[in-house]
């Protein structure tokens, strides 16, 4: 049997309090990045996780700023290259919970190259993608899941381009656990990233954050109407299903929350330890044998 995260999640018993770091979080009021902060904070506590074999990594962005308020270990790094670091770090440390937080111009923009590749190798990780539809922290630019009639900093006629949907972007490219949710529904925000956090493989949970300081259009009101209307009861074992479900809503301008695709599959620590073993690796392998194949 392999190392996993979750057969070998180091449990504590802490409340969720326990696990908030002493900063304050310097969010706008009425942020609702403050709501996945307490949702992640009570899905730790669930789980027990223990902050010593936890870390929490980020990008750049309001978002990004999410692990400075964790009692874990913790990386900011740069912008959109947090999904890379957070796998050298999984590959490196299997033992580890790994959970990446950052935004939707973060994860989708910059680090859109990257989120494929998390997806197809199943990186066992739970990415927290907090969707507020646009760029906060630069004041107000549209990101690629603004709505086109959203007057942005550098759109001030509105946009040209239709956003792109996160869910129905990782579902397409294999991503094996993937959720949805609204930061003012913290019990589901707490509840799908402790599943995805027990999930063995690629967890990816989209969650839709107002920016009550610069997009006016979709407030806490807008995605508190539209998830209202959601559907997701389809057979969360059926990709096709799931995929169709997603199509439905973008069609009908409605957001499917809750948890919408889960699967079981060989992660990527788990495949390279596989072929190590295969080959015979270890430690102390004799590297001279490599150097020797490049002799003339
Ligand atoms: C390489 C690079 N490009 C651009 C920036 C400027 N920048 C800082 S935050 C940010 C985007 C923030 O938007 P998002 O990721 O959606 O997070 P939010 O602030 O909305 O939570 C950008 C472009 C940067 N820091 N680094
Ligand atoms: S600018 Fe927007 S995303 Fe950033 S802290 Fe303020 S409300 Fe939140």
Not at 33 to 62: K, W
Not at 160 to 179: F, K, R
Not at 189 to 207: S, Y
Request: glycine share 10%; hydrophobic share 35%; aromatic share 8%.
């Amino acid at each position: 049997m392999n190392d996993t995260a979750q057969k070998h999640l180091h449990r504590v018993e802490l409340k969720s309090k326990e696990y908030k770091s002493n900063l304050s979080p310097v969010w706008c009021g009425g942020c609702g990045h403050y709501g996945v902060l307490t949702g992640l904070l009570r899905a730790l506590s669930e789980l027990g996780v223990d902050p010593n074999f936890l870390v929490n990594v980020s990008g750049i962005g309001c978002s990004s700023r999410l692990p400075y308020f964790v009692q874990s270990y913790k990386m900011h790094t740069l912008h959109g290259r947090a999904g890379p670091v957070a796998t050298g770090l999984q590959l490196a440390r299997p033992d580890l919970a790994v959970v990446v937080t950052g935004g939707d111009g973060d994860g989708f923009s910059i680090g859109g190259g990257h989120m494929p590749h998390l997806a197809r190798k199943n990186v066992n990780m739970t990415y927290v993608l907090m969707d507020n539809h646009i760029y906060g922290l630069t004041k107000g630019q549209v990101s690629p899941t603004s709505r086109k009639i959203m007057k942005g900093y550098t759109t001030p006629y509105g946009g040209v381009d239709d956003p792109m949907d996160p869910v129905l972007y990782v579902l397409t490219y294999g991503a094996s656990y993937v959720g949805q949710a609204f930061a003012g529904n913290v019990k589901m925000t707490a509840q799908l990233i402790k599943d995805g956090m027990e999930h063995k493989g690629f967890a990816f949970i989209n969650v839709l954050s107002q920016c009550p300081t610069f997009n006016q259009i979709d407030t806490a009101a807008y995605f508190k109407s539209v998830v209202n209307e959601a559907v997701t009861d389809h057979d969360v074992s059926d990709l096709d299903a799931a995929i169709h479900t997603v199509n439905m809503a973008i069609r009908e301008e409605r957001v499917p929350t809750g948890l919408l695709y889960r699967d079981e599959r060989p992660t990527l620590d788990e495949r390279m330890a596989a072929l190590v073993e295969h080959v015979g690796g270890h430690p102390d392998y004799d590297l001279r044998k490599i150097i020797d194949l490049s002799r003339p």
